[in-house]
């Protein structure tokens, strides 16, 4: 993840960081622009096309369709922004689970307790280390595809070891009941921070596997195809070779907002905009090493 | 379910997988295309209508509509969505109680209590197997209509199996504490994910029983229909035959988007888009197995 | 409740339902048609305005206020669909507490307790009848209005039922502890279910007496009927007397709107879009029943 | 609050209630209309503009603030909207948590002990009456400002009342198991509701002393004054004498929304529009009485 | 953070507060204005450019991306408005939560029990003075950037001080537990409390140290700075000098409004719209000083 101060807006404007989208869609631009280019020659030089043809009124129909498409990607922004949002607040709810069973149990056991101290210690920062793995595993993202997959090797066999540390910390949990050294109304007030785990696991697995319908992902993509496509037909007219700058830059409106989308509705990956999991799980560590010291 | 990756914008745009819109519509545009092209040929040749004719000045309704019917459009496509992803977080949390459950039964129960280890193991799963044929069935889809369903045996009187399911699961655990196989304190931890079942069956027989208000449905169609119709009739005069692929790309915008919504809004459905509720249950078979093993 | 097949575009098009707008609207449909002729005519024939005349600018206006009434009204629709449905899941969720609570007790109580048994059985499902009934009354309704009813009989000094039968589920559960029927931990366990009945009971009246701000309510109407009272006076130049199916389409797409979000804004009436309570009832006692047998 | 009948269309829009936005913004309106007549004049009379002239396109940036405009003014709707209903969510779970916590103690209390009884009888309406009067306090709409207010006596020393109401009965609620009257797990029973009192208490003076942010108000009243204020002079031209009652209209509208807006952001005053909590705080103070009878 | 009276109208639009946007804004909208010259002046006087130059047309390109333009600082503003209402939503809760602990902790610590309740009484509100400080900390901001930060002292090792704080709060819980001056049902009651701090602070740091996407930061700089550079070459010849206050007031409006969204999506600052979290703390430590008295 890149940190950044929002109020410098040269650097944003003038700068070419290689998050930006304009790098990535800068061969479809120039493929759109020489497009245009030879659209407007066509129309022009070759068909001597009159003021008057039907052909200029087509930007009507960009017109009656620029609220379609304009709200249907901020509908797909919502979309991949609230994905992302929610991965980040998993993520802190891991924090904040991890922090908060270290600080009960720091509170419950005995401070000579080294050995299950260090137990904790070692286990409760371990979850998150494990989780990015699992997030970040071929297997992971294609858990529900339809299709199979032979080609990822134990697709369907290897064992779930986010699940393996959770079992493993509850199983501990309840050994010190067992053992009497924490008590049954201690053991209840461990009971949200211990099952938290698997829940934000689960909520992590929703996100990573199942991207927005396939449907919509296909139509958006045809729609701002057939939109672009059309535009230089009917602006070659009316705008002549200004055609190219303008069908450039709607090319680069519609395509980096559909791009953006695209890179933070997983937001598990290793994108530069995606959440820096290492850097989260590494604090996880620092604090509950902190904490249980 | 479909997973993809979407990034590939060629492979979106040029091909026509089966669970694309422009299959299901393709009849619909050709039919509307004939029609415009009836306009065209009506108002220019037959009517010869001069160009200055009040005709021309009809798109000015479709220009102050144009909002309306993109809003109504978000709005339709916000609601379906939102369903469908309510029923992805049900079906997430189905898998994240089954797993803590399982934990914390593993946790619980000595390791060699074979027969309650084996009743567990078996019931779990049940309940995600057992709900997913309840929302496939076409009773839980018409539970709450209020025309009578004589055609559908045993539709008021047939048990609801997925309550069978989870009061066996209560029964056997409160059975557990009255062996004192695990004390208050323990059956209060398991209380959260015990109750989680039955509240997970009732969101999704919400979602499938209830669709959006009837008369919203039938409006933004009638409103769709009467929109597309009346285009090519304003069109004719200003953009001739050219009216045909406009109208023709209209109609495909418009209609793409009520019909996705349309397949998502039931996502317990054995659609393309559907929830691949088979595989989730198998994936808690999977897990419960490997934990209580 | 109406339910139905949304792909069946034919006839949702081509019939007309009595739930359908069109109905209703019918009226004031024709209304503003005699009223757009009368516009046309004056203008055209009686004041032979000129082509020139500044009168044929006025649909500038209706464009820019175009976006304003379409968000509003998206504004109404959003606010009354959660509204609705805020309501189903409040019934939803009855639903579920009532099998909980159950399915809880069932497993508490001894097999042949049948006079508990009998007790919850009965009560249980009581709860929704009442729920239904309170909400259907009139008094429910004006609960926060400022102005007194003396035309409504007892509507100060009648008793609050569903109050009352949750007070009759909460005293039992109390005795059974103290009776040690159940232990105090069980006791916990049933704690959620039930005090969720006075929670929906009270989530539910709050939808029921509080109507969106009544200023909102008066400005919507205001809008939508200047925004269409002056339509025809712009358009009868540039349309003729096309203006008239023109304005009455606009007139029915704007009133629409308004109307099923004034239909459904309030989900616990009697209307073809309310919410089925009295079936929802039955299904609880069914269950109730099945479950506690 | 004034509860209505959203259907009787006719009197909405003939009747002028004293809430309606139209009265207040009438002063504003005429003398809109008055500068309006002014621009006209001006550009028309005595500047003699003519026909061509620039300021006829001034409108093309209206159209193109207009979207700016509109979604501005449905966010700030949308912002005051949900402050609203958030209180009246947080006044509703006020009679729901009276309601239970009485319930409740009416089960766990034997049925003579009058003393506790009559305690709580007056105690938890007392908190809702309280609460009413701490938030139509001024000094509680103050408490976050930065700067002193010398002028409100008391200001920074007075005790607040509600924490004092629920300190009260948190005391009873622990003396009553100190005494052994409830049991340690009927007082977890009622730990919910005991500290939902200062939950909600403190969710309403968030509302309360919150305002959207400054920045936000001061510029959409100034982006909606020059917006206004440029209007007349772009349409003297192409409309002549009729943009005064266009400008009036659009007035009316963008004013209307900024003042609803206004008016309902902060639920805890004393306008048409605010939450009725001395009505809800009888309605409580009822139900309590009815309940521990 | 300033408390304003809304309806003050004409002071919102005449004064300049040193926190409205025309200030910071004003440098960039002359830099606008002289640009805009300067393209009117080339276009017309230089070039000479026919009043049918294809120039003239450009406009069309700002009508098609107005559309997007408006919904993207929209879904800017939401995006801001949700992270500092979530913000204040979390201090809210802070505030009730020291309040809870501090009424819960009154009525179970013995009233001559000074030595626990002076410990209380100093450590409730100390939480929420270091949280202030952490979050106003540069290292706090910077905690998950990818880039290293020599130049900050400590930023790796540095103690974190409100888990130090909420550890002395849990330790001392846990031992007023184990020497029996509360039971353990008295435990449970205060473990929401106890637990809260931690997720509070969690929250907090989230909203400090992820900004939205770095991407949609960069675009959205980028496309408000195309669309206003090229908004002059497109009005020089249908405005003339007009262009010069319109394209002053466009550049006001899409700037303040993506100004207000950068000062407001961090609400933990020291700008005047941020959060008073000086004197929430305040008031906190007033509160705990008057329950525990």
New interface residues.
Partial sequence: ????N??K?FS??FRF?K????RTLSPAIVLMSLYSWGAVYVERVFLHLPDNS??K???????????????????R???A?DR?WEG??LW??L??NS??LA??L???LSADDEKDRSFFKKLIPLFADELRLHLQNERT???????PHPDIPGF?TS??IP?QV??LL??K???L?RDQKI???????L???A?AF??I???C??IK???????????I???I??YLV?LPLG?AL?????TIP?VA??SY??G??EM?A????DPFGKD??DL?MQ??AE?IR??VY??LA
């Fill in positions: 993840m890149i940190n950044y929002p109020r807006w944003f404007i960081h998050a930006d989208t304009i039907f052909v009124n087509i930007p009507t129909m960009h017109g009656l369709l620029g609220f379609a498409i304009s709200m249907l990607l901020v509908f922004t919502n979309a922004y992302w980040r607040k802190g709810s924090v904040n922090r908060n600080v009960k720091n509170s419950m993202r294609l858990a529900l595809d339809t299709a369907d064992k779930h699940n959770a079992m509850m199983n949990i309840n050994l009941y008590s049954g109304h201690q053991l209840l007030m009971n949200n921070e099952q698997l829940d696991c689960g909520g697995e929703r596997n199942t991207p927005i319908p396939y449907s919509y992902s296909v139509f993509k045809k729609f195809f057939f059309t602006f009316t705008m002549g070779y200004l303008v830059f709607i409106v519609l980096s907002l953006i695209e890179e933070i509705e530069d905009n820096p850097r989260m604090n620092k604090n902190e904490i």
